[in-house]
């Protein structure tokens, strides 16, 4: 039942005091549902209907994290909060990740129960009752999972299913997670949990769940309730060629304490890939006659911009430059390097000279310039602050 709106008293002694019409206070949610969208706009109508069906007899919200759809995600979800106000939408821009999605998505929850679902309607939304009342009978976080009996992953086509089950065994082994499910991305728990854990959370990946429970450290009941993983419906799959080096990346992350972060894993592994590019630039220049010093040179500039593209694919991914930012990254890029490439090129050359190994001379300068372009470039070409 919605109270009439009052009128807010004026002060004794005030001039021409204007009455403050106050609305009567909503209904605080119980649960809110997170659900990170990219070029979901075909799933929205869909998925909130079966919400609304579900969650009937509930006090409950659901806030889209979308990052910047091109398909108007965040347009339709807007034309739909204008008729059903539990419906909240967070258009990112300049940023990209489920990861950060979600926890965005969760911190702004105002329920103190949370729940986080993908949008593909691939998950049981019917499971979201029984998870709040586990969730009421004292779990922590509650997994809907496809791999305790009952449940099966028939969404999945063979190879990502196969992979999924490499990469929950490979997490249970070497993070000790106990959930038979730790890579699901349908989960609930409590928002108070979020707000402990989200400074030591990772905003890039897609493995939101698995870095609760490892960054927990086995603090968290966890209750698991089986489902059937369906297929998707509409829009595009949020899994791509980085999701591999995101989740090595959070394994190594937690596995070392946080020493490693999984920016630095996937800038040292596109380093890496820029050595066998730099020595294979070395080793040509040196078969059409050049110099060893003008070879080496030739060879960093090829490394370095060979470096400079990869990263802005991958390692920042959700920073990505394009257009004109773009080219204005290559060339800061080449400028903060220099004193790193200088060194690069002045040591190769002095190995080259003592040892007469073209390879070790060509790793040796490649070693110098790594921390520098490393800590330069993140600060000063994607300005990433973590």
Same mark, same amino acid.
């Given at each position: ?17 204007? %009455? ?7 209904? /605080? ?99 979201? /009752? ?18 305790? %009996? ?6 999945? *086509? ?75 419906? *509409? ?123 073209? @390879? ?21 070409? @994607?300005?990433?602050?973590?």
């Amino acid at each position: 039942m919605t109270s009439s709106p009052s009128l807010a008293p004026t002060h004794a002694g005030t001039e021409s005091a204007t %009455p403050v019409l106050l609305a009567a206070p909503a209904v /605080p949610p119980d649960l809110t549902v997170v659900i990170p969208t990219f070029n979901e706009r075909g799933n929205l109508e869909p998925l909130v209907a079966r919400l609304a069906r579900v969650l009937d007899g509930l006090a409950w919200e659901a806030i889209f994290v979308d990052d910047n759809s091109p398909d108007g995600t965040a347009d339709a979800l807007r034309s739909i909060g204008r008729r059903d106000p539990r419906i909240r939408c967070i258009r990112r821009v300049g940023r990209r990740g489920l990861a950060g999605a979600c926890i965005e998505g969760m911190l702004a929850a105002q329920a103190p129960v949370v729940a986080v679902m993908d949008a593909d309607l691939q998950h049981d939304e019917s499971l979201l /009752p029984r998870m709040f009342e586990a969730m009421g009978a004292g779990a922590d976080v509650v997994v809907a999972t496809r791999y305790a %009996p009952g449940g099966d992953a028939e969404g999945f *086509s063979a190879w990502r299913g196969r992979g999924s089950r490499l990469a929950t065994l490979l997490a249970q082994r070497v993070l000790h997670v106990t959930s038979s499910d730790p890579m699901s991305g349908f989960f609930m728990l409590r928002r108070e949990t979020v707000e402990e854990l989200a400074p030591k959370l990772s905003t890039q990946g897609f493995k939101i769940l698995l870095d609760i429970l490892a960054t927990a450290k086995g603090r968290l009941k966890v209750t698991e309730l089986t489902y059937s993983f369906g297929v998707r419906q *509409s829009g595009d799959s949020k899994l791509d060629n980085k999701v591999l080096m995101d989740f090595l990346g959070l394994i190594v992350a937690k596995a070392t304490g946080g020493l490693v972060s999984l920016r630095f894993l996937s800038f040292a592994t596109v380093g890496a890939a820029g050595l066998v590019v730099h020595l294979a630039a070395l080793r040509i220049g040196l078969g059409l006659a050049l110099s060893f010093l003008v070879a080496q040179a030739i060879a960093t500039m090829t490394a370095m911009t060979f470096n400079y593209l990869l990263n802005n694919l991958l390692t920042y991914r959700d920073r990505r430059l394009t257009g004109f930012a773009f080219l204005r990254g290559l060339l800061a890029f080449y400028a903060i390097c220099g004193l790193g490439a200088a060194a690069n090129v002045g040591a190769a050359d002095w190995a080259f000279y003592q040892t007469n190994q073209w @390879w070790l001379a060509g790793i040796a300068g490649a070693f110098i310039g790594a921390v520098w372009n490393y800590a330069m470039s993140r600060a000063l070409v @994607w300005k990433d602050a973590a």
